[in-house]
């Protein structure tokens, strides 16, 4: 492809070369590849034009002016030009595809998960871009982002144009909106599931976080938002869902299980019977906003329900293992907010003792470390604390971040284990009949990050190998 189509209206001096490829890594740069020199909090990518050159790149996009014999388009913004950049380099083929974007700061990806059963069921090709990985038309891609820098984002547009795909479903993180990374979309439907404590170690403040989840209404053609959220309720022109008798969807009549959740929907003046196999009332918020997304991509209520009581478990989501005497859950909830909303669900379904088996992250939010603390003493009746991803930080200072809060919340039962497996061995081994026990932080994650290295690690694999030994015994 020529720069001239890639930008238009390029000055005079600037040569119209074939660019065969975009990179913002100046690892990625090949022969013939433009660079983009962008900036963050702790680097400047104008550092890297020179090199940039030397790797083959024939065109650098700049903020500013490098001294460097190459071609250099100057910018105002360099995040906002790339977005731009891999929508043209691959045929704008977002625009060929209705999109549709869930933000919040939890509950996207079982959301997503949902609105991509709902459609599928409902005879739409689609592709699923999340936490969890992208899935195009049934196959799987790799990735390791929620939301794909735009050099592959636009790649998978491409790709699901190829496989005639017709709808794409996409969580939008906040760390996206903020940087650009999906400038240039125009979303059919947006969505706003909830806003609560997370990723103040990047914004600093919930001010900065919460300006940077509202950028997606306005590259929303429609919008749905958790009117029973106190953030969420400032969207005015937004289609609301919640429990409240003023949602446009409203949940009523609610009876909860471990097996799921059986409900009411009101909307337009009917009411509709509803089954989630998915635990829990937060599980229930993220039906409602799934169905009101649908309903304004032209599918009945009716035929949304029908797909969603039909769905399985998502991944790292609330999964339930049948553990004999109990059960355990295994949940992705890392912030105060979803800790709290997985507690207290498995609070009202147990019968008898609750436990929790959780660490926090490293080089993460030091300040939710206190609270999550707090929460867990408060739910439950016994809290195992144990190591997250640690990444470069000392464990025991992540530990005792969180036993402050624990120490502070009054009497309960607690153990440190920092050893992962150790720890929910002890939590399964010592359930009595009627226990749960909730394994919170990791979810389908497959590794433990400690020291700059992965290795391999999962929750549900390592719970599901407990109580098969205790079983065998």
Known sequence: MKLGEIFEN????????????????????????????????????????????????????????????????????????????????????????????????????????????????????????????????????????????????????????????????????????YLHKLYGINFNVGAFTNFSRDHLDYFGNMDEYGKAKLTLIDQSENFVANGDDEFCKTIYDSIKFGFNENADFRACNISLALTGSVFSITHNGHRYRAFCPLIGRFNIYNCLCAVAMAKTLGVSVENSLNAISKMCEVDGRVNVIHAGKGDVIIDFAHTPDGLEKVLSCAKELCRNKLTVVFGCGGNRDKGKRYEMGKISARLCDKVVVTLDNPRDEEPYEIIGSILRGIKESGYVNYYVIPDRASAIENAITTMDEGDITVIAGKGAEKYQEVKGVKRPFSDYECASEVIRRRDDN
Not at 27 to 53: P, T
Not at 153 to 165: C, G, P, Q, R, S
Request: aromatic share 8%.
């Open 10 to 177: 390029l000055d005079e001096k600037i040569k119209n070369d074939d660019i065969r490829g975009i990179a913002f890594d100046v690892n990625e740069v090949k022969d013939g590849y433009m660079f983009f020199a962008l900036r963050g909090k702790n680097f400047d990518g104008h550092d890297f034009v020179f090199e940039a050159k030397e790797r083959g790149a024939s065109t650098c996009v700049v903020e500013r002016k490098v001294d460097c014999d190459i071609n250099q388009i100057q910018v105002e913004n360099t995040r906002k030009a790339l977005s731009l950049a891999c929508k043209r380099f691959y045929g704008n083929a977002v625009d060929k595809l209705t999109v549709c974007a869930v933000t919040g700061t939890n509950g996207k990806t079982t959301t997503a998960y949902m609105l991509n059963e709902i459609l599928t069921y409902n005879g739409r090709k689609t592709c699923l871009i999340g936490t969890n990985g992208v899935v195009v038309n049934g196959k799987r891609v790799d990735s390791n982002l929620t939301t794909p820098d735009p050099t592959f984002l636009h790649k998978i547009f491409a790709m699901a144009v190829e496989e005639e795909v017709t709808h794409v479903v996409m969580e939008a993180s906040a760390h996206a909106l």
